[in-house]
């Protein structure tokens, strides 16, 4: 199997010194900024899937308290899923949610 150009480059430049300092500026974003951009990324991907507007999945999972007492409390587990098995259990959720209310 191929690999692609893109992961390619990407480790290439990991493992050349000269981006060293790209690297640090990285590790150094706070973790709340790094939950809030996973928080965007599951909105922004079951919007995608679900072939709904941002504002409005985000409208949803606000309404029903999602965000809040689900994707955040949950973290560390759901970031380490794809972003397609992401996709389908939020918007199961979401559904299963908004059923109860």
């Known amino acids: 199997m191929a690999i692609p150009k893109t992961l390619f480059t990407f480790v290439a430049l990991i493992h050349n010194n000269t981006h060293t300092d790209m690297l640090e500026e990285i590790r150094k974003i706070p973790k709340e900024q790094v939950v809030m951009a996973f928080v965007a990324t599951c909105i922004e991907t079951t919007a ?52 109860k209310q």
């Open 48 to 99: 995608r899937q679900s072939g709904c507007d941002y504002a409005e999945i985000f409208h949803r999972m606000e309404r029903v308290g999602m965000i809040d007492n689900y994707i955040l409390p949950n973290y560390e587990t759901l970031h380490s899923e794809s972003r397609e098995v992401l996709a389908e259990r939020l918007m199961e959720c979401l559904k299963n949610w908004e059923e």
